[in-house]
């Protein structure tokens, strides 16, 4: 069966310093990837997606970029943080078809200060 | 802008009482529709999915939403909630031309007062 892990789970970082956050999908090839960020009240905001290595599309400019070095694997970065990137960040995939819609992994929970 | 709009922010019920959650869409053409329920504490988890045929659709642990063209809504419902039901819950549509990626509503807490 299909499984996602996304770490840390929480994770608090000084203004300016990088940012890391790891994907990875299991059971699954070619997986279309996503990147949301959850803010209280304001649903889920798509920030990147991928559908295959190499391949990234940003949907709102930000300071934050993200990358697919392998199928299963989709990172998101931050050369400098900002406050305003605080906030719980979430890792999703599907199949093309969405015919399951998207699984979305347990989520990180970032605060800058 | 186009969007999808969650009427309610928080909802308080009592056990045995229905619910139905509203949920708008301002896309035009044809889309596909989600409902999905992150309990506290858990994953966000899928509720049910509409594509296309019936447009009253079944999900799990009872819930139904139906999809009505002409009001561009995706309501959700359940006509006896339980204390488990206690959670937040997330509209979403796929638009025509937007590829795989989904757009979701704001959420609506749901508290279930035993």
């Known amino acids: 069966s299909q499984t996602i892990h996304q770490w840390p789970a929480t994770l608090v970082q000084p203004v300016g310093s990088p940012l890391s956050l790891e994907c990875t999908v299991e059971?699954?090839?070619?997986?279309?990837l996503y990147w949301y960020r959850q803010a209280a009240g304001r649903g889920l905001q798509l920030l990147f997606y991928?559908?295959?290595?190499?391949?990234i599309s940003s949907e709102v400019p930000q300071n934050l970029s993200a990358s697919r070095p392998q199928d299963r694997q989709f990172i998101l970065s931050s050369k400098k943080l900002l406050l305003s990137d605080s906030g719980f960040y979430l890792c999703?995939?599907?199949?093309?078809?969405?015919?399951?819609?998207?699984?979305f992994g347990s989520g990180t929970r970032l605060t800058v200060v | 802008a186009q969007s999808v709009s969650q009427h309610n922010h928080h909802v308080i019920l009592s056990e045995a009482a229905s619910l139905e959650l509203g949920c708008n869409y301002s896309?035009?053409?044809?889309?596909?529709l989600f409902w999905y329920v992150q309990y506290p504490g858990q994953h966000l988890q899928l509720l049910l999915k509409?594509?296309?045929?019936?447009?009253l659709v079944k999900g799990i642990k009872g819930f139904e939403a139906e999809f009505i063209k002409s009001k561009f809504s995706f309501n959700l419902r359940k006509p006896s909630v339980q204390w488990s039901d206690t959670a937040e819950y997330f509209c979403?549509?796929?638009?025509?031309?937007?590829?795989?990626?989904?757009?979701f509503g704001a959420g609506t807490t749901v508290t279930v007062r035993a």
């Open positions: 999703a995939w599907s199949e093309d078809s969405l015919g399951n819609g998207y699984t």
């Open positions: 059971g699954t090839s070619n997986p279309n």
């Open positions: 991928s559908v295959g290595i190499g391949q």
């Open positions: 896309y035009g053409g044809t889309v596909n």
């Open positions: 509409y594509f296309s045929g019936d447009p």
């Open positions: 979403a549509v796929n638009p025509p031309l937007r590829d795989y990626k989904l757009s």
